[in-house]
């Protein structure tokens, strides 16, 4: 399921970058073997948001998208409806 909506997310005509935020080595290494950058999280984050702030840091980017990796109904133009509307 991660896979389907990060290849969807990265349709998006407005993002620069999509991470993978996760605490699970196997997901990691997964994000990574389709070319996705990824990045390790705490294991105490109890949610998506969570995951984000504890590596805010490490994300250069003005406005940051928090998609949840179960969403598969998630499409490249709501994405850039979002990021359009925080542009404004």
Same mark, same amino acid.
């Given at each position: 399921? *991660?896979?389907? !909506?990060? #290849?969807? !997310?990265?349709?998006?005509? /407005? $993002? #620069? =970058?999509?991470? !993978? *935020?996760?605490?699970? =080595? &196997? $997901?990691?290494?997964?994000?990574?073997?389709? %070319?996705?950058?990824? @990045?390790?999280?705490?294991? =105490?984050? +109890?949610? %998506?948001?969570?995951?984000?702030?504890?590596?805010? #840091?490490? /994300?250069n980017s =003005?406005?940051?998208v #928090? $998609?949840?990796g179960?969403? +598969? @109904?998630?499409?490249?133009? @709501?994405?850039?409806?979002? !990021? &359009?509307?925080?542009?404004?």
């Open positions: 399921m *991660l896979w389907h !909506v990060y #290849n969807s !997310v990265s349709k998006s005509k /407005l $993002i #620069n =970058d999509i991470w !993978v *935020l996760t605490d699970d =080595d &196997e $997901i990691f290494e997964s994000a990574i073997s389709w %070319g996705a950058k990824a @990045l390790m999280t705490r294991e =105490d984050c +109890p949610s %998506g948001t969570a995951r984000i702030a504890s590596v805010i #840091n490490q /994300l =003005d406005i940051i #928090n $998609i949840q179960d969403e +598969p @109904l998630i499409t490249c133009e @709501l994405v850039d409806q979002v !990021v &359009e509307a925080m542009q404004a």
